[in-house]
């Protein structure tokens, strides 16, 4: 079964993805890593913003987000951009995808939709 997102709705996911799972994948050794002026600039065109909405606007301007492989040699290491989002969440595993449609979410939910982002596959846990 293929599920085909549109853009908002996988933004949506994905932004949701980061406010509930972005902590988790510390457990596996991974940070964020972005251009800290990009990060300013985006920043500071949003009222108020939480981390997670600063992470979006980026990719929104056309930035991307990186996972750095912290504990490895780098190999797990990835970039992401907006299209990258587009076009990865709705391969998230089924059950995942579901759940957070259905926002029956929790973090192993966010957990896969960022894997799958990031790396199309679920790698770790």
């Known amino acids: 079964m293929k599920i ?6 996988s933004e949506e996911y994905f932004f949701n993805a980061l406010c509930n799972g972005l902590s988790y994948i510390e457990g ?36 991307s987000l990186t996972i750095v492989d912290e504990e490895g040699d780098g190999d797990m290491t990835r970039s992401i951009n ?8 709705q391969n998230t595993p089924l059950r ?10 929790d973090a192993d939910t966010a957990d896969a939709i960022l894997q799958t982002v990031f790396f199309s596959d679920i790698i770790f846990g």
């Open 4 to 9: 085909t997102l549109t853009p908002q709705e």
């Open 28 to 63: 596996y050794g991974l940070s964020i890593d972005f251009n800290a002026t990009e990060y300013r600039e985006a920043k500071d065109k949003l009222k108020s913003p939480c981390y997670e909405d600063v992470f979006m606007q980026l990719l929104r301007d056309g930035n």
């Open 82 to 89: 907006l299209q990258d989002v587009h076009e990865r969440v």
């Open 96 to 105: 995942h995808l579901v759940a957070m449609i259905e926002e029956q979410d």
